[in-house]
């Protein structure tokens, strides 16, 4: 039964069947991802009239959509070659590291640009360089100069005394954390530990974390191993998304808030699930990010 879809014949080996309709309005797109960050990537010119928030949580829907940890809407800029918009899948917008790179190597191998170091305009106008490496002529990492950490609670936002926020007491949960916050692009919030946490307590303080009435914004949620001074492990809950496989702009959070405290050198190898990023902190100058962004498939949304 096919409920209220139209019907249309379909013939195949001369028999008849009858199947629902798609809609004539379809939205090309790729699909992207970073370290096991996935993400569907449009052109913003072919989502013209759609309201990007709703359209973000109907594409990221794994069961009914295409199934992704964002959308990355890629359109000109009067400030940069191209301007980048990032939608959580819960319709939210966004700053995203990995996006970043996923979004250069589409403008560079599209046309949209033809060098290899050049600007894309983020979330509040900032315009955020990138690097890419090629070896044997194909993209094989792009490096990004991510936005100085801000340190201040009221620029994490948070919602707490002092002029910062590490080994910071916060109970969530039943459970007594000692949290370290920062904004690398966006609000994160790092707890440090011997191991990385079992699923029961991962899944039970990280939500509840992110929603936390201390974070007016909400934040994402790192668990963090430091492995040696010169990696960093990490499980990561993001804002708006749930357990992620890698998070840019948060492991940029990790690395730099593990060198504060004195545990690692300025640059670190940042593992998770989903792969590996180098990140180097200088405090005068800012974090660079490098690592890969892969193109996976390609088709059309029926909308």
């Keep these: 039964m096919v409920g209220q879809h139209h019907l249309r014949e379909v013939r195949a080996r001369g028999q008849s069947t009858t199947e629902p309709a798609m809609s004539e309005q379809r939205l090309p797109f790729v699909k992207m991802e970073g370290i096991g960050n996935d993400f569907v990537l449009i052109e913003g010119v072919a989502a013209q009239g759609l309201e ?10 794994r069961p009914f959509g295409i199934g992704a940890d964002g959308l990355l809407v890629i359109e000109p800029s009067e400030h940069a070659p191209i301007r980048m918009r990032m939608f959580n899948p819960d319709g ?8 970043l790179r996923c979004a250069a190597r ?38 990004t100069d991510l936005p100085a950490p ?10 707490a005394d002092g002029e910062v926020i590490e080994d910071y007491p916060l109970t969530v949960a039943g459970h007594t954390l000692r949290i370290y916050s920062v904004n690398t692009g ?11 946490p079992d699923d029961a307590l991962f899944t039970q303080v990280s939500p509840r974390l992110e929603t936390h009435p201390m974070f007016p914004e909400r934040t994402s949620v790192l668990w963090a191993v430091v492995e040696s001074r ?24 990790a690395a730099v808030l593990a060198y504060r405290a004195g545990w690692t050198e300025a640059t670190v190898a940042v593992h998770s699930r989903g792969g590996t990023l180098q990140v180097e902190y200088c405090p005068d100058n800012g ?17």
């Design 52 to 61: 990007l928030s709703a359209l973000a949580k109907r594409l990221c829907h």
């Design 230 to 253: 010169t990696a960093v492990r990490l499980r990561i809950w993001e804002r708006g998304v749930g357990e992620t496989l890698g998070c840019g702009s948060g492991a940029a959070a």
């Design 92 to 99: 939210t917008e966004d700053f995203c590291g990995n996006g």
């Design 150 to 159: 801000r340190f201040h609670p009221r620029d994490i936002p948070a919602l």
């Design 186 to 196: 966006t609000t994160h919030t790092v707890i440090f530990n011997d191991t990385l």
């Design 106 to 143: 589409y403008a560079y191998e599209r046309g949209w640009v033809n060098s290899l170091e050049f600007g894309i305009e983020t979330l509040g106008g900032r315009v955020i360089p990138v690097r890419l490496q090629l070896q044997g002529g194909a993209v094989a990492a792009i490096a």
């Design 287 to 303: 974090i660079t990010l490098t690592g890969p962004a892969n193109l996976h498939f390609e088709g059309h949304f029926f909308l």
